[in-house]
């Protein structure tokens, strides 16, 4: 059916350490039916593959046979005259060669798109798409990074069947390999440089000082742009693995793109923060206002006061949902915060109002 069908949210480091022990350390359920889990229970050693992040805007093609093509944001339905940087206008002009890769998919997966949609994922970045890294010299161009098939009804590919009481068929993820049509500015990310990371969530902190050293590597020379000839700046780099059919994912991003001011790009332990106002410190930075800013005000808008509200509710809601276990960790409640976060958000956007004023 023609709906919006989100790519999920890239969770830090940290938040893969916890969801991959709490699953590894379930025994069974009490009398209650609440979880009994045993943190003594071993873990496993697991293979993540890296990609180059790039720093752009999420863009999906979706398509099925009850509605035909259409073209995503993150957060939207979008098309040429409500779009998202150019992003439907360029599909609307490549509707034959997506169509193409749709169907490369559907023979080699034997989809039925009677029954399904096919969601093609990638990164659109280029000129006037984002700032201050070496892609953004670059014609506008999609970088594919997942295929997602959705049966009708589906539920999403990581809430397991049964969960809810759900009875409805998971949405899953499928190989995107050699899916790129370059003549048309539509690239693979898994054609440019990769890396491979073996971490032991026994242990995970061993492979901390590897991740932020391969993130570094990027930042100081992105991969992907440096295959077009330019030099530069870039963002950071995106880990998966596939376990029991669910994609696990995590993002480490370079110092000049983190959203928190974080002394470490990746860290399993929460850091130790000793009052609010450290707090307020560490979540509510520019890069995370200027993510809000991107959103509410899309290809480009100017800025205007008359939305500032719904900037500050964008930053409030991605810091409770990003940052809600460093929180746990230091006792703090999202109604100790969130006015703090607001008057810092606020400050942020009113310098840049000002600045381009």
Sequence with gaps: MKKLIAFPSIEPFRSIVFNINKRYNFVGLDENGDAIYDTSMPKPTLTFKGTVKLHGTNSCVSYNNIFGMWAQSRENIITPIKDNAGFAFFVEANKENFKSLVDIITKRENIDLDTNTISIYGEWAGKGIQKNVAVNEMPKSMFIFGVKISPFNSVDEDVENGEKGLNKPNAYWVDHSGLSMPESRIYNIL?????????????????????????????????????????????????????????????????????????????????????????????????????????IFPNNTPLDIKKMGDVLRWVTNDVIKEETDTMINNGLEPKEVNKYISAKAKEIFMKRLNTFA
Excluded at 204 to 229: Q, R, W
Excluded at 254 to 279: A, R, Y
Aim: glycine share 6%; charged share 30%; aromatic share 8%.
């Design 191 to 295: 054609d440019y440089k990769t890396f491979s990371v073996d971490i032991d969530f026994n242990n995970p902190k061993l492979i901390e000082d590897h991740i932020i050293e391969l993130t570094m590597e990027v930042e100081k020379e992105c991969p992907v742009s440096k295959e077009f000839g330019i030099s530069g700046v870039g963002e950071g780099i995106v880990f998966s693995c596939e376990v029991d059919g669910i994609v696990h994912r995590f993002k480490s991003k370079g110092e000049l793109h983190s959203v928190s001011n974080s002394k470490k790009i990746v860290s399993v332990d929460v850091e130790k923060l000793e009052s609010i106002n450290e707090f307020i410190e560490y979540a509510v930075t520019e890069n995370r206002v200027n993510q809000a800013i991107e959103n």
